[in-house]
């Protein structure tokens, strides 16, 4: 799949995306070809069902709003069903393979129960028990971020959300959300 988008044109080129490395040493970067800036390696794929957008420091938002073209390629494979999203697809916050998920990257919807808080966290409940079900945590520290996206914790209650992010274990299954690309309200 790769190979064919390469050999459809010529003019590769690397667009890096930091001025410095992650904490792993790596530098993000677009793979990019030809000319046009839409036309690059990452919206194919995940336009193709087989990547998935993340973004959690926020860094792609500097690049013409090149975080929502990515928004909308991923969405745009969750719609037609193609790729992972045929067969896979996300987890819902009722499933008990979640428990297996721990230490994965993972996409999970579901509605949220209730919210709980407390001084530093707020507790997203997919399920009436903590130690069974689902829960989707935001540290009060980032606040600010989600606020700015429109997102309040305490009007989350009731809705049906996506969370994405690494799969821990306390009790239940649990993802902390870090950043609020992490979190997409499902209309």
């Known amino acids: ?30 793979i990019l070809r030809g000319k046009r800036p839409a036309d690059d390696l990452a919206k194919y794929l995940l336009e193709q069902g087989v990547a998935f957008y993340w973004n959690p420091r926020g860094m792609l938002r500097c690049l013409d709003d090149v975080d929502v073209v990515y928004q909308r390629a991923e969405w745009s494979a969750s ?3 193609r790729g992972w999203w045929s067969k896979d697809g996300p987890f819902l916050a009722t499933d ?7 230490g994965t990257f993972q996409i999970v919807r579901g509605k949220v129960v209730s919210v709980g808080k407390t001084r530093s966290t707020f507790y997203l409940n997919f399920g009436e ?36 992010g ?6 239940g299954p649990e993802i902390e959300i870090r950043h609020p690309d992490a979190l997409r309200i499902i209309e």
């Open 129 to 164: 028990r903590w130690t069974r079900d689902f829960t989707g945590i935001i540290e009060v520290e980032n606040l600010d971020a989600f606020r700015s996206k429109g997102l309040e914790p305490e009007g989350l209650a009731e809705k049906t959300v996506e969370v994405r």
């Open 1 to 30: 799949m790769v190979e064919a988008w390469l050999n459809r044109g010529a003019g590769m080129r690397l667009q890096v995306l930091s001025e410095q490395p992650d904490r792993w040493g790596i530098w993000p970067v677009r």
């Open 166 to 171: 690494v799969v821990q274990l306390r009790g």
């Open 79 to 81: 719609q037609a069903k």
């Open 96 to 102: 008990s393979r979640l428990y297996t998920a721990r």
